[in-house]
């Protein structure tokens, strides 16, 4: 019986955890390594969540001056957790430098390596998937 009800448990995660695979990307699929940016702005959201955390930035543009809202995706929580992160770490209103790469489409999106926090220098690795999937 228990063997029965472990093959039915491994069957259904199996179905179950292929869909949300299935709906993560990896790092070439969406951005760009060749495409490195640096921004520097202030903190308009963080979405702390599985399988990527994603924070926003205001950030000036130097030809135009108009200020941009750009989306940073970083690790999944649990890897940033063991890179010195926590929920806490990130606020609305810090203000940052983001080392990064691109999106591939050419949207005001990019995935972070390396925050630093312009008040007190901290800088912290972003659990970046680069090395992965390249």
């Not at 019986?1 to 990896?26: D, V």
């Not at 929580?77 to 203000?95: F, H, I, M």
Request: hydrophobic fraction near 40%; aromatic fraction near 8%.
């Amino acid at each position: 019986m228990r063997t029965r009800i472990g093959i039915a448990l491994t069957a259904l995660a199996t179905l179950f955890g292929h869909q949300r695979a299935s709906a993560h990307h990896s790092f070439a699929a969406e951005f760009d390594g060749n495409k490195p940016c640096t921004l520097t702005g202030v903190v308009t959201k963080v979405e702390w969540m599985n399988p990527h955390t994603y924070f926003f930035i205001d950030v000036v543009d130097s030809k135009t001056g108009k200020v941009e809202n750009w989306g940073l995706e970083m690790g999944s929580p649990n890897a940033l957790a063991r890179a010195g992160w926590s929920r806490a770490t990130l606020k609305v209103g810090d203000r940052v430098v983001v080392e990064g790469s691109l999106a591939k489409d050419g949207s005001h999106t990019a995935n972070a390596k390396l925050v630093q926090f312009e008040s007190t220098g901290q800088r912290l690795f972003a659990a970046s998937s680069q090395g992965q999937g390249q």
